[in-house]
């Protein structure tokens, strides 16, 4: 049962944001009962919107103060209930810390507040001839400093990485609001320990990242599409293997199968895949335009030599966008099929996705449970979406028991049990899957570092 | 009792020999280990840090130990991983291969090789390093333009805490993200955290062609601003160096830029650097590039004493400038990650510290990364709360303080 925040309490935090930067009103409070991950919903006692590293300081002082859990939130789009609150915590949001405060072209550097989207950055150093490279598929929504609690990946991370590798140096709000500098760029050389890349990745289980130092790359000369379509999802698998395996290097691998592609076909994002396909291939290329149709051809004679039926090349930006259609609206479409979706999120061995994707499908059958799979295939990092209704008590005991099943699968084959989306709320009840008791005492003594008092994003990760 | 009966008395089948002293020159260490041990397992690792957190003695951990710094006060004994050797797992088509730390890197990378694929690191005496030192030490070439950080790259560990607690950190998947990172912190902690006994490493294919571009010049200040520039070239070469008095061009001072890819993708890249550029750039001939390279590898690393600098790529120039006390002449400059080496046999512990003081007021930082001599000059530490929050997290990786005794 959520409480109320005293009044005495709420004016504090009023006197330090503002009087309308403070939500208590349950009505307003209700849309922040759940991130993305909307099986879970717990409603906050307030929410708190503070637009300066300071502000944000001084408000966990007073929850530290008070002994109030702290809930941190960005967009609120992430997987794994990362931004669930508690009924004793106070959400702590970051939607108004949105500047850019510098871009740095010579150093191919930007600094950021964390409430900024991950392609407006994008967008904003595209003049300078720069990006920034992790691109989650909510990349439009999502922001920086979710992306970093999460260590965000995306479909081009297989080419450059994920999140912790552009992240340079960040400000950061401990529980009990003291301000601190972690890293920096220029500062490689300090004898220290990496604390920048344990922070990111830590769910906002260690403090609130209030500035974020970020490097940006050149934007890429050309790009090349292919799209190979093939009767078998195992088929797809090897093409996946032989492609990677032959020293190609594409900046994205990504397979749908034939669940997904029947959802999407059927949907307002129809994107021209067969439907009586069993799998769609959709790989990338970027770099220099000279060598970028080599690199495609070779990639389409490993589709062929896989079993591909057809392969399709993109040959402008709008083909090219129609070839994407299919895996980006993937999601979306799925909602049209059946009321609730659960995006699963692991990652697997590359040469042992062929097994592993044969067996979920038994899972599926053996649980009557319709499962799509979408997947970053290039590195391994499967979503099988389980799609049911909330509502049929029945059906979703055995969404979790299929769950379960197909995430000690991932890690018997030496996986894990989460690539992307990070563990929040949803993935805790596995992290015994993967770590011993020693490992997971270890995990609760390294929070304790940054937050003695467990106040921060309470419940998260490990208890 | 001797620390070495002592030993022999509580793990019997513990391979321990008494300490060469003639090692200390070569280590370069301050005091003297009682007994050298080396463990065959994971297992005996942690035994064995178990029994020195008991007795209260220290333990340094030696890798091919090339860059043992000054170590003494307290007893302590010497942990050698070579016995911690091998190839474990390979998986060409996954990209990962594991092994013990024991191995030396020139085993992995030659391994990967016999199957088209690579280690892409280039830090000074990479191939004679063990996996376990590489890793600690996470120090990295130039070709971090192009590859990334070996932090990036390090996919799991096995690691001993200072206390004997065997901790499997990450896994041998490319994207993990199932709980806090803690294999961050541990790749290029020097030790403080834990002794490594295995690591799996992120392979990638071999280039199928690579070019070795060089723009000579008299001086190595007036090759800084076409390597800036060259690090906003719409291709990005694989490394950016300016070297100076490189004695594999003839003593010339030189800005080397590395392409890799299909040929084809190579000619375009260089056509559209010397475009981007405004001037042609000299192609090495494959003996004259390996040559080259070599020496660019190690340059800065090697000698008795070495210094590596990072700052922001614009201040550059200024670092060099505040340099010559030190030996910028013959200065490694890696252009795109911001970075500096330089070694010799004379560099004074004085002029080190002027220097660390110029390139702090610059906002970058200064690490020592060999020492001879007793008087070693200090490293740039962070301060303050993040200094207390690294405090904090050797102390529960190491709460006896077992690991590197009286370490700087």
Known sequence: MTQTLTSRVADRLRAIVGEDQVITNPDRLVAYESDGLTAYRVVPRAVVLPETTDQVSEVLRVMHGEGIEVVPRGAGTGLSGGALPTPDSVIVGTARMNRILSIDEQNRLAKVQPGVVNARLTEATAPYGLYYAPDPASQSTCTLGGNVAENSGGPHCLKYGVTSRYVTGLTVVMADGEVVRLGGAGLEAVHGLDLVGLFVGSEGCFGIATEIEVRLLPKVESIRTLLGIFDTMEAAGHAVTDIIGSGLMPAAVEIVDNATIVAVEASVFSAGYPVDAGAALVVEFDGTEAGLDDDADRAEQCCLSAGATKVIRATSDEERIALWKGRKKAFGAMGRIAPDLLVQDATVPRTRLPEVLARITEIGREYDLKIANVFHAGDGNLHPNILFDRQNQEELERVERASREIMTLCVSVGGTITGEHGVGVDKRAYMSLVYNEVEMDMLRSVRRVFDPDGRLNPGKVVQ | ?408
Request: charge should be negative; charged fraction near 20%.
């Open chain 2, 1 to 408: 009792m001797t620390l070495a009966r002592s030993l022999r008395s509580a793990l019997p089948g513990v391979s321990a020999r008494e300490w060469d002293q003639s090692n200390n020159d070569v280590l370069g260490l301050g005091g003297t280990p009682e007994v050298l041990i080396r463990p065959v397992s994971t297992e005996e690792v942690s035994q064995i840090l178990t029994w020195a957190g008991e007795e209260g003695v220290g333990v340094l951990p030696l890798g091919s130990g090339r860059h043992v710094g000054p170590v003494g006060g307290g007893k302590f004994v010497a942990l050698e991983t070579s016995l911690l050797s091998g190839v474990d797992e390979y998986e060409p088509a996954d990209l990962t291969i594991t092994s013990g730390t024991g191995t030396t890197f020139s085993t992995v990378d030659a391994t990967l090789r016999e199957h088209g694929q690579w280690a892409p690191f280039d830090s000074p005496g990479v191939n004679e390093r063990s996996m376990g030192g590489f890793v600690s030490e996470a120090s990295h070439g130039p070709l971090w333009a192009g590859y990334g950080s070996l932090r990036n790259h390090v996919l799991g560990a096995t690691l001993v805490t200072g206390d004997g607690r065997v901790l499997r950190l990450g896994g041998k998947v490319v994207k993990n993200v199932a709980g806090y990172d803690l294999l961050r912190p541990v790749v290029g902690a020097r030790g403080r955290l834990g002794i490594l006994t295995s690591v799996c490493l992120r392979a990638f294919p071999l280039p199928a062609h690579e070019r070795v571009l060089v723009l000579k010049g008299a001086k190595l200040t007036s090759l800084i601003e076409p390597a800036l520039l060259a690090g906003t070239a719409p291709v990005l070469p694989v490394s950016i160096v300016v070297v100076g008095q490189l004695s594999a061009l003839d003593g010339s001072s030189a800005l080397v830029l590395r392409l890799h890819g299909a040929e084809s993708t190579v000619d375009a890249d260089q056509s559209a650097i010397e475009k981007h550029l405004g001037i042609p750039l000299d192609r090495l001939a494959e003996q004259e590039a390996d040559g080259c390279l070599t020496e660019i590898r190690d340059r800065g690393g090697l000698e008795p004493r070495c210094v590596e600098v990072s700052v922001l790529p614009s201040r550059l120039s200024q670092v060099v400038a505040a340099a010559d006390e030190v030996g910028a002449a013959k200065a490694v400059i890696d252009s795109y990650a911001g970075r500096l080496r330089m070694g010799s046999s004379d560099m004074s512990a004085d002029a080190v510290s002027t220097f660390r003081g110029a390139v702090e007021s610059l906002g970058g930082a200064l690490r020592v990364t060999r020492w001879d001599g007793v008087t070693r000059p200090k490293d740039t530490s962070c301060r303050g709360a993040e200094l207390q929050i690294a405090q904090r997290l050797e102390s529960i990786f190491d709460p006896a303080g077992v690991l590197w005794p009286a370490r700087q």
